[in-house]
């Protein structure tokens, strides 16, 4: 697994606040939140550091990410008023962690919080 923050937050070498689990996806509070709600997504068994450097074979990893995030948006009660997924890519995109990820924001209106960083 990554030596990336997210790779020690799956290791649980540091602490995160984890609000989603299963067999492939870690969900947890972004620490540096751009909405009221700032989850971020990430696949626990496999290192990739960017968007663009998902393959093929690697495609149904990207739709369990996103599973994840409406199941979480739907548990919380966030799914009726609505949300918005985000996956930076590289730097310029505003990615810092080299671990792909995706972000869920939520609990404001659209436009009312800007794209996430990280």
Known sequence: MSDTIFGKIIRREIPASIVYEDDDVLGFKDIAPQAPVHVLFIPKHEAIPTLDD????????????????????????????????VMNCREHAGQTVFHIHLHLLAGAPLGHFGAPGR
């Open 54 to 85: 998902v393959r093929p074979d690697q495609a149904q990893l990207i739709g369990k990410l996103a599973l994840a995030a409406a199941e979480y948006a739907r548990r919380e009660g966030l799914a009726q008023d609505g949300y918005r997924i």
